[in-house]
């Protein structure tokens, strides 16, 4: 699969939730510790997310759950996950996906201390306001050097 990416520049995945089809896992994840993510905050994902029934499409189709359904894209990718979110091995792991893909260029930005999920949004309001800026300035210097490939 090849990504329609012509007029992008950059791309930042900030906190993504990769994969909509198994949500059962959210609460047997050891990071719900130190995130306010849950399961039924999951599963919220995965029906908003979820196609019309009578369309063709699911919930599996790559456009929609990409863990595992790595492409190639001419646009730089800058990832960020806090390692205390949830998420935190779902996107570290699709990183690497998208890191194995000859010609991608990918940046993988952690925020360390148990930061939660989306940092850039309740960074202020969790006791990461610091943290978040500090991700802020390290991603818009990588999107602002790094060259489209």
């Not at 990409?66 to 091995?89: D, N, R, Y």
Request: a negative charge.
């Amino acid at each position: 699969m090849t990504a329609q990416t012509d007029n992008l520049r950059r791309c930042c995945f900030v906190n993504p939730s990769t994969s909509y089809h198994s949500t059962t896992h959210y609460d047997t994840i050891p990071q719900t510790h130190t995130d306010y993510l849950c399961g039924a905050f999951g599963a919220w994902g995965a029906r908003s997310y979820a196609p019309n029934p009578p369309s063709t499409i699911t919930i599996e189709h790559p456009y929609i759950s990409f863990s595992h359904h790595p492409f190639a894209t001419k646009v730089p990718l800058f990832f960020q996950a806090g390692t205390g979110e949830a998420l935190f091995v779902e996107i570290c792991a699709f990183y690497e996906e998208m890191n194995g893909v000859t010609g991608n260029v990918v940046k993988l930005e952690l925020t360390e201390g148990d930061a939660p999920h989306d940092l850039v949004y309740v960074g202020d309001k969790v006791g990461f306001e610091v943290e978040a800026e500090d991700m802020v300035a390290k991603a818009g210097r990588w999107l602002s050097e790094v060259t489209r490939s």
